[in-house]
């Protein structure tokens, strides 16, 4: 493998979500188009599609690494769940960019990302933790399970960053993990 080509590659990948997250900050993400991206990201378009199909593609692209990064938050090095650990990172990112989720809730509703995470992103180990940590016995109960809590979690969030975030992050993060707890 030609490293420098593999660095180049998620330099310019980078370049592009940076892009797009200021972008989307600003504007409408249904008036962001390729052009503005790679404006803001200073690459050629060519570049840009060497990457990524169009915009919807890269939005997400965008959510589902930040969902990828949520999941890999509740796990410990050794392998172990830190519910709360967990959970404090996903409410801390609400906290930290809520301007411009405030902005993009304008345009979207509250998703059910429990179910498309955990069919394509997350690890077999993970899967098994997780399964194991709240006592399910098989993938119809693992989904049931991930649509009734994420979307849970998610309206709790949506209503905290609507009311202008007045609890902080630690108080919402112990809201949710109680509730959590009690199943």
């Known amino acids: 493998m030609n490293v420098d080509n593999n660095r180049r590659f998620q330099e310019t990948e980078k370049k592009i979500f940076t892009a797009f997250s200021s972008l989307a900050a ?5 008036k962001i188009t390729v052009s503005d ?7 050629h ?4 599609y060497g990457h990524f199909e169009d915009v919807n593609a890269l939005r997400s692209a965008v959510e589902l690494r930040q969902l990828q990064k949520w999941t890999d938050g509740f796990l410990e090095n050794d392998g172990t769940w830190n519910l709360y650990d967990g959970m404090y990172k996903f409410v801390s990112f609400y906290y930290k960019n809520q301007k411009l989720v405030r902005f993009q ?4 509703e509250v998703k059910d990302y429990g179910p498309v995470l955990f069919q394509s992103s997350v ?3 993970y899967r098994e933790k ?17 649509t009734f809590i994420s979307s849970g979690i998610m309206n709790v969030i949506y209503r905290w960053v609507q009311d202008g975030c007045v609890e ?9 993990c109680k509730i959590i707890k009690c199943y």
């Open 26 to 30: 600003q504007k409408e993400l249904s």
């Open 37 to 43: 991206i790679c404006q803001k990201a200073q690459i």
């Open 45 to 48: 378009r060519t570049t840009f």
């Open 105 to 108: 809730m304008k345009e979207n």
């Open 123 to 125: 690890s077999v180990d």
């Open 130 to 146: 997780y399964m194991k940590r709240f006592q399910l016995s098989d993938e119809v109960e693992m989904k049931c399970h991930q």
């Open 168 to 176: 902080t992050p630690e108080e919402i993060t112990n809201a949710i």
